[in-house]
């Protein structure tokens, strides 16, 4: 039997913090004989070709919809109306079904801002209540009150990733309408709130893309590392355009042994990264999980893979994470840190701007 390589995705979202840190992460996370046996199936049943009975881990998306236009982002080209929120009644539905196959974690967010979906709150509680370890989402964080904010803590939220991308003027460009010191401020007020009631979660944790930092790396790690419990780097990738750079022609992935992700509109798509749902697998609306995921289109979507035509699909072909990937020493603090970044999908941050042009007059 053949054995897949480790995959990109594992490669270019590098932990800054250290292992130390990260090590006491784990440990507030809980659940420690459960996070073991969810990361044994997450890493092995890939790499040995191995379809497990269902998923540990699933990609609910609680809104499709964002209130931002991040210039990197490929969000942008997803069509006005095809934006929306989960029904909350479709939610219960796959939650309910997670919680019977005793899925581990569930993350509330995919190619949207999870907060614009009025039942956010509503949804964190409930997939608590049906005892799903993990849950968690990644926000830009532009929406968070201070009430939403105890709303999340008291509701069970485990962990939340805010998506901060550089320090000051660079974020404000990139992050508009949201401020530097607006988003600070509602970190600092997420951590103050769950710190002062003796509470260990929801855990929290920053990232940015290298394009923003690359020029201050340890700047903004020793910013952020006061008040998240983890900082991550994710490595450029040419998302928001069909771009030439050059592909891994024995890229191997191992998502379709891993997760389900679910649209807001319930439809299954390939991945995380068939923003468009070019190659849908099903519709949770119709079908159940279970058989979505032992379904014919999956398992055509793992024989393509394992048989090595994975750009066959074309999701795939169009897949940033198939880039070759090559290493770079980043100086942080007093620590020599080796990162991965993709080759020719640098991103010059210099030129992004999602501010509203002003008129001249």
Known sequence: MGLLKKSHREMDYIRVSSRKKALYYSLKRGHISGQIIDRMKWHWASKLFIVADFPTHLDIEASSSCQMRCPMCL??????QKSGAMDFRLYTKIVDECAQRGVY??????????????????????????????VAFLTNGERLSENMAKDLIKAGLDWISFSIDGLEETYERIRWPETFGGITRKVKFLKDYRDKNGLKKPLIRVQTIWGAVKNNPGEYFEFWEK???????????????????????????????RRVVIGSNGIVPQCIT????????????????????????????????KNGKLFNNK?????????????????????????????????????????PKRRKS
């Open 75 to 80: 969000r942008r080209a997803i069509p006005n």
């Open 105 to 134: 974690s569930i993350k509330l967010s995919w190619r949207g801002e999870p907060l614009l979906n009025p039942n956010i709150i509503k949804m964190v509680r409930y997939a608590k209540e049906k005892e799903i370890k993990d």
């Open 227 to 257: 008040l998240a419990d983890k900082v991550y780097i994710i490595a450029d990738q040419l998302r928001y355009e069909i771009a030439p750079f050059p592909k891994n022609p024995n890229y191997m992935c191992a998502e379709p042994w």
């Open 274 to 305: 068939d923003y468009d749902e070019l190659n849908p697998l099903g519709d949770v609306k119709k079908q159940t999980i279970y058989e979505i995921w032992h379904g014919e289109k999956f398992n055509k979507l793992r024989e393509s893979i």
């Open 315 to 355: 999701p795939c072909a169009r897949c940033h994470d198939t880039g070759l990937m090559y290493p770079k020493i980043v100086k942080i603090g007093d620590r020599r840190l080796k990162i991965w970044l993709y080759r020719g999908q640098e991103i010059d941050v210099s030129k992004m701007d999602a501010r």
